[in-house]
């Protein structure tokens, strides 16, 4: 969602922290995944941001009204947008993958028959695809044959569209339209995320200057920095290693 973000705001300074140190999140329990994400968020808090992009899903599933209720500022979290983007997209049978504490929420669900009650949807948790991902193997015969035991069941249900509900899983998007068929539609929840932060941030008088973009990790190592660079096409300065139990 970073990227997307960057290019859609690029007057925008940015404040990135990412919990590497206790991922992943999508195996926690909901009560781990609030305490950690109110950790997290009080942390960049402490950085003066105006605004907190909550971008990873399973966090966006449990603790959004602990963040909005902790911080002073605007929150969104990306299962919103992203239930707006695959109703908008024509989707009337979807399904939706993410962790298995993202899929045992409900949470989609929940936003997409509020958005639409006569939808319907169909969720899958789908836990081997964040190592794959972070293995590298994002085009690969294994990703393909994981992605048919995951997605078999759902194309069998006759769906039009598949909402990624982990931003991990955008990086897997050509094996899943492999998959799925070309007849499926791929809504990625980072994509719509990233739009509804920029029509909030709208116009800046300081549009044009350097921006500033720091990142925070709970625990540095060259694995991550290298996965992110490639996740955001562009190296990584200005790395920091923060200890956010303190």
């Given amino acids: 969602m970073l990227k997307e973000i960057l290019s859609l705001v690029p007057d925008s300074d940015v404040v990135y922290l990412g919990d590497c140190a206790r991922l992943p999140y999508g195996?926690?329990?909901p009560r781990t995944i609030i305490r950690y994400s109110l950790q997290c968020g009080q942390f960049l808090a402490s950085k003066n941001i105006d605004m907190l992009v909550v971008a990873c899903n399973t966090a966006s599933s449990h603790a959004l009204p602990a963040l909005e209720k902790a911080l002073n500022i605007p929150v969104i979290g990306v299962v919103d947008s992203g239930s707006r983007a695959a109703i908008d997209a024509g989707g009337k049978n979807i399904g939706v993958i993410g962790t298995p504490s993202t899929i045992r929420s409900g949470a989609y669900e929940s936003a997409l028959r509020a958005l639409?009650?006569?939808?319907?949807?169909?969720?899958r948790a789908c836990p081997l695809f964040v190592p794959l991902v972070?293995?590298?193997?994002?085009?690969?015969?294994?990703?393909?044959?994981?992605a048919h035991r995951?997605?078999?069941?759902?194309?069998?249900?006759?769906?039009d569209t598949l909402l990624l509900g982990c931003t991990h899983y955008p990086m897997l998007k050509q094996v899943l339209q492999r998959v799925a068929?070309?007849?499926?539609?791929?809504?990625?929840?980072?994509?719509?995320?990233a739009r509804v932060v920029a029509g909030i941030h709208g116009a800046s008088s300081s549009a044009g200057r350097d921006r500033s973009v720091v990142y925070y990790l709970s625990d540095v190592s060259e694995r991550f920095i290298e996965l992110g660079e490639i996740f955001l096409?562009?190296?990584m300065e200005y790395v920091y290693e923060v200890d956010l139990c303190v």
């Avoid at 639409?116 to 969720?123: D, G, L």
């Fill in 181 to 193: 068929g070309e007849g499926v539609r791929i809504v990625d929840s980072a994509v719509s995320t």
């Fill in 150 to 159: 995951y997605l078999d069941d759902l194309l069998s249900k006759g769906i």
């Fill in 233 to 235: 096409g562009q190296k």
């Fill in 27 to 29: 195996t926690k329990s």
């Fill in 116 to 123: 639409s009650p006569e939808v319907q949807v169909h969720s």
């Fill in 134 to 146: 972070e293995e590298g193997w994002c085009d690969d015969a294994i990703t393909e044959q994981v």
